[in-house]
């Protein structure tokens, strides 16, 4: 991971930390960052200090007792962060690549099924929390898995015959939706064994490629011939392009409520956003006092 551009330094030094752990990132560890803000939007603060008091275990049991934990809580913190390094990091690192969305997801799904071995709680937990959030685990988009190079030939062959077994002819709107409003997927049942992408296709697969309008020709080929075939290389720059996480809604969500106010015609505040967006990216670093004159804003 750290050698992909890594967006926030959150992510970085939670990569670094989780190496720590594991005892592989000592080169690259160069020493523990201040604390900062403890609040919802900044939620991966709950893994870094955890991560930070395991690793100062040996120097906190020096102090006297209660100083900073209270009897017992070192263990459950112990068994939290064993179950971010070993189930949680490694799965939402990946979160962000649309194609590999569906394989990450079962691939959480088995390895919490493995985890509920050692800790059965926690792990019963996780998953009920999860069964909420199955949304690229739907029939609709399990297809995206066809488009990914973490997806094994096997199980995309698997895939592709999975989604021929239905008649494409039948397809016509969801029908594994619930309600009758906006026709929202329903999400899969979590299976109590170890799963694989097949289980989860269905009729409504076919509506991948009806919104995307991909061509879905090269269904019909074995996946070996996939990469040279026209039809699979559109449809995989189209998901290469999409987005599987909310992290740029929250941040232009944010931005138009701290600008809201500086104008009344929404013409005007959309001027202010490009703006106060691109002065953001040619001055990063503002409050480390790198600009070098206070009229910054006229070389805009």
Request: with cysteine; hydrophobic share 40%.
């Amino acid at each position: 991971a750290l050698d992909e551009d890594i967006a926030r330094g959150d992510y970085k030094e939670l990569v670094v930390l989780t190496l720590v752990y594991l005892g592989d990132g000592k080169e690259l560890f160069r020493g523990l960052i201040r604390p900062g803000a403890l609040h919802k939007a900044r939620w991966m603060a709950k893994l870094l200090y955890t991560i930070k008091i395991v690793l100062l275990n040996q120097q906190i049991s020096e102090l006297p007792r209660g100083t900073i934990l209270a009897v017992g809580q070192m263990n459950k913190i112990r068994k939290f962060v064993q179950f971010v390094v070993f189930c949680y990091i490694p799965w939402w690192l990946t979160a962000p690549v649309s194609s590999a969305a569906p394989g990450n997801d079962v691939h959480l799904i088995n390895t919490l099924l493995k985890y509920k071995e050692t800790e059965p709680s926690i792990t019963s937990a996780a998953l009920k929390a999860l069964s909420g959030h199955l949304w690229y685990l739907t029939e609709e988009l399990v297809p995206l898995s066809l488009f990914s190079s973490s997806t094994s030939d096997g199980d995309k062959q698997k895939v592709a015959d999975e989604v021929r077994k239905y008649d494409k002819a039948d397809s016509r709107g969801r029908q594994n939706k619930a309600g009758t409003g906006f026709g929202k997927p329903c999400f899969p049942v979590i299976p109590t064994e170890k799963c694989s992408l097949d289980l989860f296709v269905g009729q409504d697969s076919w509506e991948f490629f009806r919104i995307t309008r991909v061509n879905p020709s090269f269904l019909e080929l074995p996946v070996s011939e996939w990469e040279t075939n026209e039809a699979f290389i559109a449809g995989k720059e189209i998901v290469r392009n999409m987005c599987v996480v909310n992290d740029s809604a929250e941040r232009g969500v944010k931005l138009c409520h701290d600008f809201l106010d500086t104008s009344k015609k929404e013409d005007n505040l959309q001027h202010v956003l490009q703006v106060v967006e691109n002065t953001r990216n040619k001055l990063p670093n503002q409050r480390k006092r790198k600009l070098k004159s206070k009229n910054w804003f006229l070389s805009l």
